[in-house]
């Protein structure tokens, strides 16, 4: 398990997408959040977490990822999600994340839905 993440961020329309790559934990769980802030987002209603397949999220990664999606209703923003493994999917429904993001396969599929 790694301790760095890269990010980079993309507004397409009315989505800011993250691009993320390494693993969401305790540690890197911060930056995705910070990038995730609303000074960071570009004042979008969407934010779309765009994980490669071989991110590795730990409970305190997940965490994160929750408070982020907590926070954004605040906001007015909403948070999807794409490019986790099955296993993930499996993790994530069973912790109740899928109550506070859409899950979706692909990237373009989900802009779509949110332009």
Same mark, same amino acid.
């Given at each position: 398990?790694?301790?760095?993440?890269?990010?980079?961020?993309?507004? %397409? @329309?009315?989505?800011?997408?993250?691009?993320?790559? +390494?693993?969401?934990?305790?540690? *890197? #769980?911060? !930056?995705?959040?910070?990038?995730?802030?609303?000074?960071?987002?570009?004042?979008?209603?969407?934010?779309?977490?765009?994980?490669?397949?071989?991110?590795?999220?730990?409970?305190?990664?997940?965490?994160?990822? %929750? @408070?982020?999606?907590?926070?954004?209703?605040?906001? +007015?923003?909403?948070?999807?999600? *794409? #490019?986790? !493994?099955?296993?993930?999917?499996?993790?994530?429904?069973?912790?109740?994340?899928?109550?506070?993001?859409?899950?979706?396969?692909?990237?373009?599929?989900?802009?779509?839905?949110?332009?």
């Amino acid at each position: 398990m790694g301790y760095e993440i890269d990010l980079s961020v993309k507004s %397409i @329309g009315d989505v800011t997408v993250l691009y993320i790559t +390494g693993d969401v934990t305790a540690v *890197t #769980g911060q !930056s995705v959040e910070e990038a995730c802030n609303p000074d960071n987002t570009h004042d979008s209603n969407h934010i779309l977490l765009n994980f490669s397949p071989d991110c590795y999220f730990n409970s305190g990664g997940i965490a994160f990822l %929750i @408070g982020i999606a907590l926070n954004s209703r605040k906001f +007015g923003q909403t948070v999807s999600i *794409t #490019g986790i !493994s099955d296993h993930f999917k499996k993790i994530f429904k069973m912790v109740g994340l899928m109550r506070c993001v859409e899950i979706y396969d692909g990237l373009e599929d989900a802009i779509k839905v949110h332009q």
